[in-house]
């Protein structure tokens, strides 16, 4: 007997979704996570649940039909935090020409089971309208929806359903070793209080993201048979730079695109850069080119907006962040056209050739086709778990999900709560969706204000329930409120959370 079927490695997105969807099919599951859930790349996208239209170029149809169709299911059992999301797509003259717009978005229309977002349509572009952000030289675009989502949240919640389900789950615990012992995996893991730890498992899932050939290299000391291609992307995020809730792509000359987005009531976040990438995934920093690249190509586009009517400049980034994507290695020359398609490699091989105990690694991917990833993967392991039940994520919302109109709940719970704010009311609609109700009682708490909104009860509640330990945790994965964060206030969130630890 072994103490886990699966030993999953990496708390990211593909990881927290193997792990709820096997804790499903009555698998034993452990999960660990050297850093928090979703520190690396899961929390670094463009936070979007795309179906990913520029791949169109590339002729990954297979690919993008797979997101289109995964998009509806998300949105469908995740509606809190994933929304729909209308993009305006200036026409550049001297780029792409109108017929290939055209045919792209009717493909990206009909490629997927299109059931809740509107269709794609050519549009005029008026410069009198003061509300358009747009430089008058714009007169013609195209309009079409893919659907905006909260990254890091989006891991927690397949965590927290994993959890339910009887996974168990570990963060800041570090996989160190393990030795193939025929028949299973005897492991060596370090808790967050140094501990070690030995574990057994029939099979390793090494979903470690950019440490994924690490994994393989050093931690198991096995000959390498995929290739890893680490690619950097970065954003920043600056004060809003126009009015209303839809978003721009923005072609450019170098062929890639950069999306303009609303983002969290008062910021735009623009992205993504795509540089290769050679250093240590947790090390990645932002460039003042990428910065410099990201804010020339806002202004070929944009009026200038901002104070005194100047153009965008590195002065005015508030906030920025990169992560590291880890692509599956298909010898594709330019970084921004390697495939975001995954791929599963399965090995029963030990170092000395025999046949060993299963490692099942992952290559790649998209955060909008994890769940989609997460059946493949277990649908390679079906011959070491003849009993294991079928798919069945495909239909079931994930925590606090179960809302048929978002804004008839948030309507509903700010009746039900009449003594807190109304913003707030629906900023905890829009993270917890039905588990606010775990979270408030149906009188006002005795509330603490830690910092600029954050109370100490929703503090309390993602560190009973969510594994939030830091201030960086609430701060910038469990909510976004750092954005609006002195150091002082961040400074006494630490004090707060040390106080409760410790306690």
């Known amino acids: 007997m072994t103490d886990y079927d699966l030993l999953i490695i990496g708390g990211g997105i593909n990881g927290t979704g193997i792990a709820r969807d096997a804790a499903g099919r009555d698998l034993k599951v452990l999960l660990v996570e050297m850093n928090d859930l979703a520190s690396a790349t899961s929390s670094k996208s463009t936070k979007l649940i795309h179906g990913g239209l520029r791949y169109l170029e590339y002729f990954e149809f297979l690919l993008v039909r797979k997101a289109l169709n995964e998009r509806e299911i998300l949105l469908k059992a995740a509606p809190h935090i994933i929304h729909p999301l209308k993009f305006i797509l200036p026409h550049e003259k001297h780029l792409r020409p109108k017929w290939v717009i055209r045919l792209g978005l009717f493909l990206y229309d009909h490629l997927g089971m299109r059931k809740t977002l509107g ?5 005029r572009l008026d410069s009198e309208d003061k509300n358009n952000p747009l430089l008058p030289r714009f007169t013609d675009g195209f309009t079409y929806y893919d659907c905006a989502v909260d990254d890091a949240r989006l891991v927690v919640l397949n965590a927290l359903d994993a959890r339910e389900l009887g996974a168990e789950i570990l963060t800041r615990t570090k996989f160190l070793t393990a030795r193939n012992m025929g028949d299973h995996w005897q492991a060596e893991i370090r808790t967050e209080n140094a501990e070690r730890r030995t574990v057994t498992a029939k099979v390793i899932i090494n979903a470690a993201g950019p440490w994924v050939s690490d994994i393989i290299d050093d931690s198991l000391s096995l000959p390498a048979h995929n290739r890893l291609r680490l690619v950097k992307g970065s954003h920043i995020i600056v004060p809003q730079l126009f009015k209303g809730q839809d978003a721009y792509i923005l072609q450019n000359a170098d062929g890639r695109i950069i999306f303009a987005i609303p983002y969290a009531e008062q910021y735009t976040l623009i992205g993504t850069t795509d540089v290769p990438y ?65 791929v599963l490699a399965l090995r029963e091989d030990t170092s000395q050739g025999n046949r060993g105990a299963p490692l099942l690694s992952i290559f790649g991917g998209k955060i909008t086709t994890y769940r989609h990833l997460a059946e493949k993967a277990l649908e390679r392991l079906e011959g070491f778990f003849p009993e294991m039940i079928g798919p069945w994520t495909a239909d079931m919302p994930l925590p606090g999900g179960n809302i048929v109109n978002m804004e008839k709940f948030i309507r509903a719970k700010q009746a039900k709560y009449p003594w807190l704010d109304k913003a707030l009311c629906a900023r905890y609609a829009h993270l917890y969706g039905q588990r606010m109700d775990d979270m408030l009682d149906k009188e006002s708490p005795n509330a603490v204000l830690i910092g600029p909104g954050l109370y100490d009860y929703e503090a309390d509640f993602l560190v009973t329930q969510e594994w939030a330990i830091t201030p960086e945790d609430i701060l910038w994965r469990r909510t976004k409120l750092g954005l609006d964060w002195s150091e002082t206030d961040v400074e006494n969130l630490g004090n707060w959370l040390r106080d409760q630890i410790s306690s």
């Open 278 to 342: 050679d250093g240590d995934p947790a090390e990645v920093k932002i460039s003042d080119g990428e910065i410099d690249y990201l804010c020339e190509h806002i202004n070929a586009y944009f009026k200038p907006t901002l104070a005194h009517g100047r153009p965008l400049s590195a002065d005015d980034v508030i906030s920025h962040f990169s992560g590291v994507r880890p692509l599956y290695d298909d010898a594709t020359k330019e970084a921004s056209a390697v495939t975001r398609d995954f």
């Open 119 to 123: 269709r794609s349509r050519q549009i």
